[in-house]
T-cell receptor, first 113, second 110 residues
């Protein structure tokens, strides 16, 4: 059983560009959450998707948007990239919207130059 | 004030030592507490998940929650070089939103 997978592994972009990151949840999981982890910091919650809708959102600007597909996979889009967007972006999946364990993927490391 | 505070370390101990990692939290409504382990350039991996106060043991790992002082701890017995990683404490803020501490970087020296 594959765990949470994310693509790409690494990405280098320049300021002002747009980026799309992808996540496939663990089998049987229908809820996907996205986190941003800056170097030396703990992950920060961006938003969560369930039933193809954004259910919760953290303190991130509208430049950060997402989507969930019928097969529960998800995308994170970031527009107008800033240098400060450089971070490890983590996807986590869980079986529902309660306080179930969240399983994290390996992350996508984004570097903005 | 951050919702979850954690000493970032770094912490370096000899192999075989008992390691104590700690976090404090600000909101007494928090009830679910987790410890994740994160190896360099990898995603966090759940180690321990506890509810409310008390202790939970799993092999060499013990998680402890003291709700009266809003203090959570992770103890590692007989520490091994493979335990070298960053340890993150976390709690649920509402349903499904995890709030993390900064992480403590731990090195176990052979």
């Amino acid at each position: 059983d594959a765990g949470v997978t994310q693509s790409p592994t690494h990405l280098i972009k320049t300021r002002g560009q747009q980026v799309t990151l992808r996540c496939s949840p663990k089998s049987g999981h229908d809820t996907v959450s996205w986190y941003q982890q800056a170097l030396g910091q703990g992950p920060q919650f961006i938003f969560q998707y369930y039933e193809e809708e954004e259910r919760q959102r953290g303190n991130f600007p509208d430049r950060f948007s997402g989507h969930q597909f019928p097969n529960y996979s998800s995308e994170l889009n970031v527009n107008a990239l800033l240098l400060g967007d450089s971070a490890l972006y983590l996807c986590a999946s869980s079986p529902g919207q309660g306080t179930d364990t969240q399983y994290f993927g390996p992350g996508t490391r984004l570097t903005v130059l | 004030q951050k919702e979850v505070e954690q000493d970032p370390g770094p912490l370096s101990v000899p192999e075989g030592a008992i390691v104590s990692l700690n976090c404090t939290y600000s909101n007494s409504a928090f009830q679910y507490f987790m410890w994740y382990r994160q190896y360099s350039r990898k995603g966090p991996e759940l180690l321990m998940y506890t509810y409310s106060s008390g202790n939970k043991e799993d092999g060499r790992f013990t998680a402890q929650v003291d709700k009266s002082s809003k203090y959570i701890s992770l103890f590692i017995r007989d520490s091994q070089p493979s335990d070298s990683a960053t340890y993150l404490c976390a709690t649920f803020q509402g349903a499904q939103k995890l709030v993390f501490g900064q992480g403590t970087r731990l090195t176990i020296n052979p």
